[in-house]
């Protein structure tokens, strides 16, 4: 089965699960490139400058679990709070990559969009401006930045996909 009719064939609730488990399996990549290098960039827009925060990824994989098991009205608000902020704070180097003022690998870079993505999706934005579902996406990205970085091989992340597709279905 194509990974696209996997993710769409899970519940969303779901699908943040799995999409937070394969950024959380590529947290070390963002880990490891920002213990060896500043992560920090000027913006060519207006010429400031910015610091990243090395726990962003961290954080939000953090963030976003506890998100995905509450069901209580108010807690639903005081998340959502933090939710917006996580954005704007992830929006941020984002859009500096985008605009080739933040130069990172690729796999950084991966990750980076992937958690990006699984907030705008949680955030209750679905899909991509082509259409695509942003879980999938996010999936899509951290998978390709695991498998680039040789953290898991593609039968190994076949495993995960087996498994999550047998245990919620």
Same mark, same amino acid.
């Given at each position: 089965? #194509?990974?696209?009719?996997?993710?769409?064939?899970?519940?969303?609730?779901?699908?943040?699960?799995? %999409?937070?488990?394969? @950024?959380?399996?590529?947290? #070390?990549?963002?880990?490891?490139?920002?213990?060896?290098?500043?992560?920090?960039?000027? $913006?060519?827009?207006?010429? *400031?400058?910015?610091?990243?925060? +090395?726990?962003?990824?961290? +954080?939000?994989?953090?963030?976003?679990?506890?998100?995905? &098991? /509450?069901?209580?009205?108010?807690?639903?608000? @005081?998340?959502?709070?933090?939710?917006?902020?996580?954005?704007?704070?992830?929006?941020? #180097? &984002?859009?500096?990559?985008? $605009? $080739?003022?933040?130069? @990172?690998?690729?796999?950084?870079?991966?990750?980076?969009?992937?958690?990006?993505?699984?907030?705008?999706? &949680? *955030?209750?934005?679905?899909?991509s401006?082509?259409?695509?579902?942003? %879980?999938?996406?996010?999936?899509? /990205?951290?998978? $390709?930045? @695991?498998?680039?970085?040789?953290? +898991?091989?593609?039968? /190994?992340?076949?495993?995960?996909?087996k498994?999550?597709k047998?245990?919620?279905?």
């Amino acid at each position: 089965m #194509p990974l696209t009719e996997l993710v769409n064939s899970l519940e969303k609730k779901t699908q943040i699960e799995l %999409a937070i488990e394969l @950024i959380e399996i590529g947290l #070390p990549i963002w880990e490891n490139y920002n213990s060896e290098n500043r992560i920090e960039y000027t $913006d060519s827009v207006v010429g *400031m400058y910015h610091i990243i925060n +090395k726990n962003l990824i961290k +954080k939000s994989i953090k963030l976003l679990k506890k998100i995905n &098991v /509450q069901n209580n009205f108010l807690t639903d608000k @005081i998340n959502a709070l933090k939710i917006k902020s996580l954005h704007d704070e992830i929006r941020e #180097p &984002v859009v500096a990559r985008e $605009d $080739d003022d933040f130069e @990172i690998p690729i796999e950084v870079e991966l990750i980076l969009y992937s958690t990006s993505n699984l907030i705008e999706y &949680v *955030m209750g934005k679905t899909h991509s401006s082509l259409n695509e579902n942003l %879980a999938y996406i996010s999936i899509n /990205q951290s998978i $390709d930045a @695991i498998t680039k970085s040789k953290i +898991k091989t593609f039968d /190994q992340i076949n495993e995960i996909l087996k498994t999550c597709k047998t245990e919620y279905n």
